[in-house]
């Protein structure tokens, strides 16, 4: 790397589908919003010519963020692929938002990428966010190189970013996060400030000269190769101590020399295995420029250091009925398997599918298998149908360019797949198969929201669900307690995007209301009541009189219904129709209209008639009794309370647990986890943390995870009773 020139290659830098998976580099791009991933995108274009200018492509619009969503925000809301090609290598370059809300775009970019290039800017460093997601591909074995934005902006320090880089990246051995060149910096502005021109490898003791807009190597002068020696010196040896040539490091230390080849080989493969991670600086071109620098590098690093599709960990591959499969990694000739890793509705093609085959060849006008599971919790019905392959492309901004067919390892668009939705494995129709599934974040930001108008509530059904096929990290939930459709989002922003999409795609206006959680009611203390249900007004009448008594059970015992009727009071026809109606009752609730929970109701006596009484009429008795025990107790409204488990660095355990306290939360324990975070346990009501998911992300400035599950209801404080029924009483 750093030792060969490359030429421009004009209009071959525009990918089309691969021939082998030898020749195909998936490539994710990873960082926080504003890092620099989709202006580093379109300059990686631009050099390889798949662009007529920075970030153009022949209709006029942008290879990435194109979205008119995008455009409003002025961000990045969903994954992007973006192919060309170099070296006669087709690289998908999958551009990801970099906010917090849209982490599920970012995880199907890991999913269908090989290795992934993480970007930060060296005016903003690492952030936590972008520290966790290293983490996670550190799990997997990815392989990773860090790529330096923003050179320019005042006070930049390439090198300085190099040291903050390897102790963010490198804790278990900093010597495997190190640069491969350095920045040359032309003349000092008034400023102060000196602008990056170009670039000195450190293994190849070559300069590359950016300067005139394409780049230009030359011979370093005399007085340049010392200001690289230590830096050169410390390459060389995280190279070799990451050989698989254990006596490299002897002879090096030996004093023998290495032959650069061999250094470079060795770095190839090191990067590819995953154990060591380059730092690369690049900047987009300037106006009338052919090529940003670094950019030439950094696709050098890609197409000869990054793994092929072929040293891809094979996925677990099951039949739909659970049965395990062994396939072949990455083989064309293979049974098909592929994966839809995002959804999306483009306002002429319709819906699209963006694919990662893993296995076989997928061809238009195939007929294939979509199999679909494990997400009806999220609103997503499990589901297995066959479906023809229309259209194949690969996209370029807004274009779709045609292709015949899709060999394992590559990725690619299928038009108009009515059944698929983001996550779905697609397989030969004779021989259905199912991929373990990838793990998506769990929505905590209830979205409760209502039709605007009556044409919008026809409309709005279809829309939720063509949106939740888009976005498994979104769950839709029509909650029968509350009566509130409900869509939980992963924060503010997924939620402003979600209605956005709903409005301009699909014609949906609707109204955000406030979310209700499901409150229940239960008795206090033990009471009695009378039901007396007596009416005559001419021909068949209706008598039943039933006298009950009610008293509390421990949380979680439901309704209980005794019978300790004697003497036939009651006849024994009718004492189901008491049940019954004490049942409906508690269902309505008796005091402020929430369900009546843990309570055991005894039936002690009552009256019939043998003519007018009838399972209508003692079904009323049996409610209006409930009713009137209601009145002589006292009556707990009881809230959920959910079981909540926060994942925080230890610099902000002692804010977390406070506003966890702050909340009616109790703190159940702690737990120091590797990393140096600590799980928090606590035991919180859900009407405290309806909007947790974004104070948490404020108060750790994003470094926080949560869960939380539903653990029991229990008696709400006086105060905050009073307070939501008299809101309750304004609303109605």
């Known amino acids: 790397m750093g030792d060969k020139a490359q030429t421009h290659p004009g209009a071959a830098g525009r ?102 290039l993480f970007v930060v800017s060296a005016s903003d460093g690492v952030d936590g966010s972008t520290r966790m997601v290293w983490e ?41 996060v190190l640069p491969l060149y350095l920045p040359l910096h032309g003349p000092q502005a008034p400023d102060g400030h000196a602008p990056v021109t170009g670039l000195i490898g450190l293994l190849s003791q070559k300069l590359f000269d950016y300067s005139a807009g394409e780049r230009k190597e030359s011979e370093p002068g005399e007085d340049q190769l010392p200001l690289i020696e230590e830096a050169r010196n410390r390459l060389i040896e995280g190279i070799i101590s990451e050989s698989e040539d254990e006596t490299l490091m002897d002879r090096y230390l030996g004093g023998e020399p290495v032959e650069v080849k061999t250094l470079i080989e060795d770095l190839e493969r090191a990067v590819a295995r995953g154990v060591f991670f380059p730092v690369l600086a690049a900047a987009p071109a300037t106006e009338g420029s052919r090529q940003g620098l670094g950019t030439v590098e950094l696709l050098e690093l890609i197409t000869r250091g990054f793994p092929t599709p072929l040293e891809h960990e094979t996925l677990r591959v099951t039949t739909v009925d659970g049965t395990p499969r062994e396939l072949k990694p990455c083989d064309p000739d293979a049974p098909l398997v592929a994966e839809v890793v995002k959804t999306s509705s483009d306002p002429y093609v319709g819906r699209l599918s963006l694919i990662r085959v893993f296995s076989g060849t997928l061809r238009a006008d195939q007929t294939v298998h979509v199999s679909g599971h494990g997400l009806a919790d999220r609103g997503h019905e499990d589901h297995d149908v066959d479906e023809r392959i229309g259209a194949l492309s690969t996209p370029f901004g807004k274009q779709q360019r045609p292709v015949s067919h899709v060999i394992a390892g590559d990725l690619a668009c299928v038009a108009k797949l009515s059944r698929a939705e983001t996550g779905d494995t697609l397989s030969a129709k004779d021989d259905p198969l199912l991929m373990e599934p990838w793990q998506m974040p769990d929505p905590l930001l209830p979205l409760a929201i209502q039709a605007h108008s009556k044409p919008d509530e026809d409309k709005l059904s279809q829309g939720l669900a063509r949106l939740v096929a888009e976005d498994p990290t979104m769950r839709l939930e029509q909650n029968q307690d509350t009566h509130q459709v409900v869509l939980w989002c992963l924060g503010e922003a997924h939620a402003d995007v979600a209605l956005e999409r709903l409005r301009s795609r699909y014609g949906v206006q609707v109204d955000v209301v406030p979310h209700k959680v499901s409150l229940r009611e239960t008795f206090a203390t033990k009471a009695a009541g009378r039901g007396r249900h007596v009416k005559q007004s001419g021909g068949h009448g209706q008598f039943a009189i039933c006298e009950i008594e009610v008293e509390p059970l421990p949380g979680g015992s439901g309704i209980e219904f005794v019978d300790k009727v004697v003497g036939g009071a009651v006849p024994r026809q009718f004492i189901p129709s008491v049940e019954k109606g004490v049942r409906v009752q508690a269902a309505k609730g008796v005091v402020a209209g929430y369900p009546l929970i843990d309570v055991r109701v005894t039936l002690l006596d009552g009256k019939a008639h043998s003519v007018d009484s009838s399972d209508a009429a003692f079904q009323t008795a049996g409610a209006l009794a409930l009713r009137e025990a209601a009145t002589d107790a006292r009556i707990h409204l009881l809230e959920p309370v959910a079981e909540v488990s926060v994942l925080v660095g230890d610099d902000f355990v002692g804010a977390v647990m406070s506003d966890l306290s702050g909340r009616r939360g109790r703190v159940l324990g702690t737990e120091q986890t590797p990393g140096g975070r600590t799980m928090i346990r606590a035991e919180v009501p859900e009407i405290e943390i309806g909007r947790y998911a974004i104070d948490l992300r404020s108060m750790t400035h994003g470094t926080a995870r949560f869960s939380r599950r539903y653990a029991r209801h229990e008696p709400m404080p006086q105060q905050v009773a009073d307070r939501i029924r008299e809101e309750e009483r304004r609303a109605s």
Not at 77 to 104: H, M, R
């Open 15 to 116: 990918a089309q589908a691969a021939d082998h998976p030898q020749s195909v580099r998936n490539v994710v791009l990873v960082g926080h919003s504003g890092s620099g991933k989709t202006t580093l995108v379109e300059a990686l274009a631009l050099t390889a010519g798949a662009v007529n200018r920075a970030g153009r492509v022949e209709d006029g619009g942008t290879v990435s963020d194109f979205d008119e969503i995008e455009h409003r925000q002025q961000r990045s809301v969903q994954l992007s692929l973006v192919p060309v090609e170099w070296d006669g290598i087709k690289v998908n370059l999958l551009d990801t938002p970099g906010y917090a809300d849209f982490v599920g775009e970012l995880r199907a970019g890991l999913r269908a990428a090989d290795a992934a």
């Open 136 to 176: 996670e591909c550190a799990a997997v074995g990815m392989p990773r190189a860090i790529v330096v934005t923003h050179l320019e902006a005042a006070r930049a320090d390439f090198e300085e970013m190099t040291r903050i880089c390897a102790e963010a990246f490198g804790a278990d051995d900093p010597d495997a």
